[in-house]
């Protein structure tokens, strides 16, 4: 985040303690060791977050608790000195204090446990629990290597993790990764700890072994901010929850005070109708067709067949290749072997792709989806502008009234269709992507966890959007790291695993312990 | 034009750019008497439109996040090109086409070498910068070529309309009509915009950006390569230092147009009205007699200022915005974290 900060002047401050209303110690409990009170956050002409709260005290796991877009990022940073709030203000240990920069919130011993662990790869574990204050020994100081490994490895075992101190950290998994930041957390004998979505990518296993490791700083006396948002994982970890939604502070309750649908009611802010609602139609004609495709070091020995009407699922975790191989199949990515042909006619390139039927809605919405500063208009049109345009000249008028027509049947809300999406919320400036997408009026249609990010009301419109298009006689592949949502919608269900597939099932089949297992253990490869 | 429409304009680099236009001629006129005169306007047009020719090619290839430093270079070179085979009785049209394609090829050079192995433009047109003008010194070494056919030189002062306008004038102006029509109406243009603005939206979008920006490398040196044309009959003499330094110039009137040095952004109008204010601050200076090395430290102090505008427009807007919004909070009017949706 590259935001400009305005330098704020005295006044300024003055005004904004004035508006912040004076709230005291909570009936006798202990003075939280970090609190937020009436912190807001303005982005451009978008309020991230309006006049929340926030109390941390030591020795709880905190949960707090948003869809995308609720905020929970915003507070984050503002918690850890990336920004500094508009409104507001932060107290350690009852304490106004300004966090100008992240290092004034380490001094105040605040730690922070990153979604992507940042870690300097190519150093030793060591120097990484250390960076910055190496044991140092001799004259002129030099690094204390030894006293610094033995260190690093008391740490760890603190932790219970048996790492190499010596070993370099780019050799390392997820989920030691994470170990290594903790450790370097608890070696500034850090007091509060946020761990942002920190479960992501890791296996069941690996999620059981953090948390054991979460509760043991807890009952040392850490205060713990646990951002998440798979509920069981919730319930099973926090002590307390905070929801926020649409930046603003819903409830801060003990978790025991919740049950999933009261969390899902604060989340979402009403009663959610049916997610997943799935019309099965018998398949049609084999339309997609891909075989032995292979990207070395990346997939290999892909087999993938698509039928009108149907949707297939591709699940799988983090990084096992899913993606990659939609990439390839719609010609983005280089392939080393295998074909793609969809109804007989073979695939090379994007343009190939595009004109045979294929589309292909992409995993990361702002960068591969939409041209976040140009108007919807014209997102809508590209991968048609030929069609749209006449002889190579642009006819805005068409494009507009292109825009118009899938924006209405998506139930899109924008201001107007020359808006720039940058300003859309996640669901809409998706909703911009398929209607970009659908506008080719494709045979074949990839997406690529197409409701990621998106608040639960655009959820259900893409899920009954996806069951319409299969319903019509689309082909759909469906690439989706939310569970549930694979398994209620897919016809069939393929697993990949470090770049193979592992397992093929069918819809009556495919339970989340079958997934799981051919996701993350070492399974038989199932013939596709 | 709509409130937000204008609240656009009024915070566009463009609007700046017209503003220190006025502001260019309300000074300049002040300093001196005779720079408020049609035949020196006609001189500033003719002064500027080698200049202006280049950057209406320099627009897009900014837009889409590239940028040729070798443009006067590849000048050099054609001119040397054109005058080494126009001197020496090769037929006129046959040395304007070999000097054109001497261009098109320079830009190939430029553009195979950004797509080809992804390598950064400033690092390749700095090295082809060199290069370009080591060959021309290499062809010609330090004599100035001034035997040039009569039907060629002087087209400075072949007139098209009146004693004010000449045909370069013309040409010119329908290269500039061309070029804003190209950018702005065409699907071509459009595929710029996305390709500058979010690359990989466009690769996914079945835009082959990587021939875009070859072809837009290409018209760069075709285009320089016309500029040397221009020169080269107006000063009716070539040598290997034709042209040299002339790219500050050029991106100078570019950036100060309001195009994003970040790509994404940037219209052939605003390059025009630069194109004007440099013009006329390059006038007012030979009106003064300011000695060249000083005209170089006018120029390069612009081109800061275009970057310097740039990120000060862009911040305005942005704070604007927080205002109105942080305003409503403070009111307590009720709001959502995105007033659209």
């Known amino acids: 985040m590259k935001r400009r900060e305005a330098p704020r002047t005295p006044e300024r401050r003055e005004e904004e303690k004035d508006h912040v209303p004076e709230i005291e110690g909570r009936d006798g409990a202990a003075v939280p060791v970090l609190e937020a009170r009436a912190v807001s956050k303005v982005f451009g002409g978008t309020v991230a977050l309006d006049h929340v709260d926030l109390s941390l005290r030591a020795g709880e796991i905190h949960a707090l608790l948003g869809e995308n877009g609720a905020g929970k990022s915003t507070l984050t940073r503002i918690l850890c000195g990336v920004h500094r709030p508009d409104t507001g203000e932060l107290r350690v240990d009852g304490a106004v204090v300004d966090f100008h920069t992240p290092a004034a919130a380490q001094e105040h011993d605040i730690a922070i446990l990153h979604q992507e662990p940042s870690l300097f790869g190519d150093l030793e574990v060591a120097e990484n629990v250390f960076v910055g204050r190496q044991p140092k020994h001799g004259r002129p100081p030099r690094i204390d290597r030894r006293a610094m490994r033995a260190e690093a490895a008391a740490l760890l075992a603190e932790l219970g993790a048996e790492l190499d101190p010596a070993a370099r950290v780019a050799d390392l998994s997820l989920a030691e990764a994470q170990l290594v930041e903790m450790a370097g957390a608890l070696s500034r004998r850090a007091r509060v700890l946020i761990v942002d979505e920190p479960t992501a990518a890791l296996t069941p296993g690996e999620v059981g072994d953090l948390f054991r490791v979460l509760r043991g700083l807890r009952d040392r006396g850490v205060a713990i901010l646990f951002i998440g948002h798979r509920l069981e994982e919730i319930f099973a970890l926090a002590d307390r929850i905070t929801v926020l939604r649409d930046g603003r502070f819903v409830d801060s309750r003990a978790a025991a005070d919740h049950d999933e649908a009261s969390l899902i009611r604060a989340m979402v802010g009403r009663d959610v109708a049916a997610l997943h609602v799935r019309t099965r139609v018998e398949p049609g004609e084999p339309l997609l067709q891909v075989r032995g495709l292979a990207r070395a070091g990346v997939f290999e020995a892909v087999d993938l067949d698509l039928r009108s009407g149907e949707i297939v699922g591709l699940a799988g975790l983090v990084g096992a290749g899913r993606t990659e191989v939609a990439r390839a199949v719609f010609g983005i990515d280089r392939r080393d072997a295998g074909t793609v042909e969809l109804a007989g006619e073979r695939l090379r390139t994007p343009q190939q792709a595009m004109r045979a039927g294929l589309a292909f809605v992409p995993e990361d919405r702002q960068r591969e989806g939409v041209a976040v500063e140009l108007p919807i208009a014209a997102n809508v049109a590209l991968p048609i502008l030929g069609r749209v345009a006449f002889h190579g000249w642009l006819r805005p008028g068409r494009e507009r009234a292109l825009a118009r027509e899938w924006g209405e049947r998506l139930r899109l809300k924008a201001r107007d269709v020359e808006q720039a999406p940058r300003e859309l919320s996640g669901g809409n400036q998706q909703k911009v992507v398929l209607a970009k997408w659908l506008a080719t009026r494709p045979r074949v249609l990839i997406l690529d966890e197409p409701t990621r990010g998106v608040d639960v009301g655009a959820k259900v419109e893409i899920h009954r959007l996806i069951d319409e298009l299969a319903a019509a006689g689309m082909a759909i592949l469906l690439i989706s790291s939310d569970l549930p949502e694979v398994l209620a919608l897919s016809d069939r269900v393929l697993v990949m695993r470090e770049g193979r597939v592992t397992a093929a099932l069918h819809h009556a089949e495919a339970t989340p312990e079958r997934v799981m297992q051919a996701a993350t253990a070492e399974a038989q490869a199932v013939a596709a | ?341």
């Open chain 2, 1 to 341: 034009m709509s409130s937000r429409a204008a609240r656009r304009f009024a915070f566009s680099h463009e609007a700046f750019t017209v503003v220190l236009l006025v502001v260019a001629v309300v000074v300049v006129t002040q300093l001196s008497p005779y720079f408020l005169d049609a035949q020196n306007f006609s001189q500033i047009a003719t002064d500027s439109l080698e200049i202006g020719l280049i950057a209406l090619a320099m627009t897009p290839l900014i837009v889409v996040r590239e940028i040729d430093l070798s443009v006067g270079s590849t000048l050099g070179l054609a001119a040397v090109v054109f005058g080494e085979l126009a001197s020496h009785d090769v037929p006129l049209l046959a040395a304007v086409l070999a000097t054109v394609a001497t261009g098109a090829l320079a830009g190939l050079l430029n553009g195979l070498l950004v797509t080809r192995f992804g390598l950064s433009s400033i690092v390749v047109t700095l090295g082809t910068m060199a290069l370009f003008r080591g060959l021309a010194n290499a062809i010609v070494g330090d004599q100035t070529i001034t035997t040039l056919p009569d039907s060629f030189t002087a087209s400075d002062t072949r007139y098209a309309i009146g004693t004010l306008v000449t045909i370069p004038h013309v040409l010119f102006a329908l290269a500039a009509l061309a070029a804003a029509l190209l950018l702005h109406r065409s699907t071509v243009g459009r595929r710029i915009f996305f390709a500058g603005s979010s690359p990989d939206v466009a690769t996914h979008s079945g835009v082959r950006v990587d021939r875009l920006k070859v072809g837009l490398f290409v018209a760069s040196g075709t285009l320089a390569a016309i500029a040397a044309l221009f020169m080269t009959s107006r000063l009716q003499s070539v040598r290997a230092d034709t042209g040299s330094g002339l790219e500050l110039l050029v991106l100078t009137v570019v950036l100060l147009g309001g195009a994003d040095i970040r790509g994404g952004r940037g219209t052939i109008f605003g390059t025009l009205v630069a194109l004007a204010l440099v013009g006329v601050v390059r006038s007012g200076m030979a009106l003064g007699d300011l000695p060249d090395q000083a005209r170089v430290a006018v120029v390069g102090g612009l081109l800061l200022l275009s970057i310097c505008a740039g990120v000060a427009i862009e911040a305005l807007r942005r704070r604007a915005a927080e205002r109105r919004t942080t305003r409503r909070i403070r009111g307590g009017a009720e709001l959502r974290p995105t007033p659209t949706t």
